[in-house]
């Protein structure tokens, strides 16, 4: 998929673990996980916004465009 | 909910109604095979009709009856296996399971089953009018919910339902992924 998610290195710098965020976001562990590996389809505004709000970060920082020779 | 589990009571009904007359049937063509030593066909040309019948009653059995005989049974084994597909399809959506692709294939089994069985039809229909009867006709029956033209639509209808099912599944997988 061309959309990576860089989540586990915003998790990092901010030195917070899945479970907390999830918690914090509202949403199951098994989700953030399915997000997290790129296996997600879609992500909702609503989600994106409470990443972003928790995370104290901006969209572009999660979400990252990589051209991928073999869509 | 509940008029799928009426339509599911209705198509096994049918179902097993179905397949005792078919073990019927076996059973007489078994029991004159045996008791008569053979089986034999009536004609009968005022009517149209051709049946199965002790061998003392028509002529000696010869490859053209068998392979009428043949068409018979295959038109029999087409029509429940389409009704057996269509059931299996309700009994999955009977558990809730209506986006699923067991549900998905056996609709389609049943539609191309429905089409295999109505082309089988005008074949043994053509056959007849040929080999028995003399005279050559080819043609849709428009006479009723049995006609063919309404059998071959229920087959498409079904093939067509198969795909939607098929894009639902895809639809809902999408929307699982949505976090």
Known sequence: ?71 | MNSIRLLNALISIFYFVLLVSAFAFCAYFLYISFSEGGVGLMIDKAKGDVMVSAPNLSDKMGIKDYGYLLLMFLEIVFFIKAIYHLRKATLKMIRNEMFNLTVSSNLKMAGISMIIYMLNKMLCELYKDVIYLGHFSVGFDFSGFDSSIFILILGLFFILFSNVIKNGISLKNENELTI
């Open chain 1, 1 to 71: 998929m061309g959309i990576s998610i860089n989540l586990d290195s915003l998790l990092m710098l901010r030195n917070m673990k899945s479970k907390e965020l999830a918690d914090r976001i509202g949403i199951t562990t098994a989700n953030l996980s399915i997000l997290k590996t790129g296996k997600a389809k879609a992500i909702r505004f609503s989600t994106l916004e409470a990443i972003c709000k928790v995370l104290d970060c901006q969209p572009g920082d999660i979400l990252e465009y990589v051209d991928d020779p073999n869509p």
